[in-house]
């Protein structure tokens, strides 16, 4: 079974000419099959530990291990973290101009799979994925995140979930900016995947809307750089009813804001 | 209204639009056109047309100091049945008639080749076959004059193939009849060391079609001037572009269009990739649309992908309209990077760098390769890119 370990894991960001520290020892195990959802108020860190564990260059990795089934996800690339089984789906993804949905993705595929898929059973895969995403198939003739929608850019994200099929998911602010329909939609898709018993998912929300749709099994409340408490369900219940007063009272957040850096 | 516009890579251009009593494309010139190099005082660097050219670099074509050797440029045509090929002198009267230079290394090209090569494709042939001109640089220097003449109606497809090292000045003529149809492609994909300075003159007939495709990988300096004029009403001129700026590379493209007959078409679009210090690419697209030109429809468009820190672009429109009554005038230019953040969205879905930066390239030009309409030159092109693409990783 996949495992997902990370080991107080400290994290720094280059800004202003000076060396910020986000994460903060950040202790986290996330096993196939598993759904973790990191709750925390904005700044907190909950994005720089996504992008952290893609890969993105603008993090220095202070300390820490993480590991993925035994491997060290850190010293490899990342597009080398992609083929090991690690999926982000991102707050803001990136326009690619001139690259096709339908190019891009066979790429992305092959490159996952290690083959190129057989041309025809992939057509048939990706129009049926489009379609349970509500995605229209002229869709896939156009350019990777050009001029998409808030919620088509999101609908695009899950639709790669579902083709890449990682042993571990992060999704970063999934539900950010989508209305109840997309949120619905998209979150079906999460589900899809995670029925598949095959998928460790790290949910990272700021809000609770997303868990009536996605049930996690596991709940951290993340502050400061740091989780500071882990629960069950139950612990977004209290979350939803009381907010992030009591995790955050005594001074401002270090780290504030850091994630609106990225994207 | 030819104002400065250099800009770092990354940024946009947007060009100008000017509404003119009388042209400026032509008074901002540093003198009137002319066959005789006599005519153009030596350039020191500042004038509009030489602003961006590293005149240094030129090896003396600029000057009067570079004369030709005997080793220059060895110029073999093949061409399909039907096809006149001829050498004649320098008073053959096909000689000049498309255009006449507008700078002074064009004009010293024309002052200085001995022999000119016209192609003649008579009236109403149409060849199934394209012509091929190569000319191989074999280390020297060269000037040189080339006519092609299509009578009226005959239809053809010509490839004008640069290879090899060479500083080379050379004018190329196309004559189109009316109701002819020439697409002609000047590929430049010369050594890293090579000069090339050229002035390319398209004179259209009533109703005929040119398409020229002019496609730059090589050479250490490429500096060609695209000029179109139509003879009679209902021309059309498509011209396409397509270059990939390496370090240390200068490659510039000035282009012009002189929409000087009613109701003619002119659609230019030019783009780029550059990656490496040095690496500097230049595009100017002046179109000029006179009072006489009522109904002109005219597009220009300019795109760049930098690809890496150290490439420079300097992209340049300029619109000139001196009537109002058309069918449409529009330019655009743009220039991206390709960034950071593209390339880590690519790789975390396992794309290797080398495979996403091929991808974002590939199809950045992918339309334009398509409008070019002839397989083998596109089969070419890309295997070019790649192989640049390769080479950089």
């Not at chain 2, 061409?79 to 230079?101: C, F, I, M, N, S």
């Not at chain 2, 960034?339 to 495979?355: C, H, K, N, S, V």
Request: hydrophobic share 40%; glycine share 10%; charged share 25%.
């Amino acid at each position: 079974m996949a495992t997902l370990e990370i080991r107080d894991l400290h994290v720094s960001v280059e800004a202003d000419n000076a060396t910020k520290e986000i994460l903060k020892g950040v202790d986290l195990t996330v096993k196939q099959g598993e759904t973790h959802a990191i709750m925390g108020p904005n700044g907190s860190g909950k994005s720089t530990l996504a992008y952290s564990l893609a890969g993105h260059p603008k993090y220095t990795i202070t300390s820490g291990t993480v590991t993925l089934d035994g491997e060290d996800v850190l010293a490899m690339s990342v597009d080398e973290r992609a083929r090991a089984g690690l999926f982000l789906a991102m707050q803001y993804p990136v326009e690619v101009p001139g690259v096709s949905v339908s190019n891009f993705l066979r790429t992305s595929a092959t490159a996952i799979r290690g083959e190129a898929p057989k041309l025809r059973t992939w057509v048939k895969e990706v129009k049926e994925a489009m379609e349970r995403l509500n995605m229209d198939p002229s869709f896939a003739e156009r350019n990777v995140n050009e001029g998409f929608s808030g919620g088509e850019k999101k609908r695009h994200e899950i639709l790669q979930l579902e083709l890449l099929k990682p042993k571990i998911a992060i999704l970063d602010e999934t539900d950010s900016g989508l209305d109840v329909d997309a949120l619905r939609i998209v979150s079906e898709g999460v589900n899809r995947v995670r029925e598949s018993g095959e998928v460790g998912t790290m949910l990272i929300t700021h809000y609770t809307r997303i868990l009536r749709y996605i049930k996690p099994d596991h709940v951290h409340v993340f502050s400061a750089g740091r989780i500071v408490e882990s629960g069950g369900p139950e612990l977004a219940d209290k979350l939803e009813n009381e907010g992030y007063e009591s995790y955050t009272k005594g001074g401002p957040v270090s780290g504030a804001n850091s994630e609106e850096d990225v994207a | 209204m030819a104002e400065a516009q250099n800009l770092p890579a990354g940024s946009t251009t947007a060009g100008s639009i000017a509404v003119a009593a009388e042209s400026t494309v032509a008074t901002r010139m540093s003198a009137p056109p002319s066959f005789d190099v006599a005519d153009f005082p030596v350039p020191h660097g500042r004038e509009e047309e030489w602003r961006f050219t590293p005149l240094e670099r030129l090896r003396g074509l600029h000057d009067g100091t570079a004369v030709a050797t005997g080793d220059g440029v060895r110029v073999e045509v093949e061409a399909p049945e039907g096809v006149t090929v001829e050498t004649v002198g320098r008073d053959d009267e096909r000689l000049g008639k498309a255009g006449t230079p507008v700078d002074r290394i064009a004009a010293q090209a024309y002052s200085a080749f001995e022999k000119a090569s016209v192609v003649t494709v008579p009236k109403e042939t149409v060849l199934t076959e394209p012509v091929r001109i190569s000319v191989h640089g074999q280390g020297g220097t060269a000037f040189g004059h080339q006519v092609i003449e299509l009578g009226a109606f005959a239809e053809a497809v010509v490839v004008i193939d640069h290879t090899g090292d060479a500083v080379l000045a050379a004018n190329v003529d196309y004559l189109l009849g009316d109701g002819a149809k020439l697409t002609v492609v000047s590929i430049q994909d010369w050594d890293d060391s090579a000069v090339h300075v050229g002035q390319h003159n398209a004179l259209i007939g009533r109703d005929a079609h040119f398409k020229s495709v002019v496609v730059t990988f090589g050479g250490d300096l490429v500096r060609l001037h695209p000029r179109v004029t139509y003879a009679a009403t209902g021309g059309e001129a498509e011209l396409f572009g397509l270059y990939f700026t390496e370090q240390g590379q200068h490659q510039e493209h000035r282009l012009f269009v002189d929409h000087n007959a009613p109701h003619c078409k002119s659609n230019v679009a030019y783009k780029g990739a550059l990656q490496g210090d040095g690496a500097h690419a230049v595009w100017i697209g002046d179109v000029l649309i006179r009072a006489a030109a009522e109904g002109t429809d005219t597009y220009e468009m300019n795109r760049n992908l930098v690809l890496t820190d150290g490439a420079r672009v300097d992209s340049v429109p300029n619109l000139e309209i001196e009537t109002g009554e058309i069918a449409g005038a529009g330019h655009a230019s743009a220039t991206g990077r390709f960034d950071d953040e593209q390339l880590f969205y690519l790789m975390a879905r396992g794309i290797p760098e080398i495979e996403a930066r091929r991808l974002v390239v590939r199809g950045f030009f992918a339309e334009l390769v398509q409008q070019i309409g002839l397989p083998d030159v596109e089969e070419r092109l890309i295997t070019k890119i790649e192989a640049e693409l390769e080479a950089s990783l």
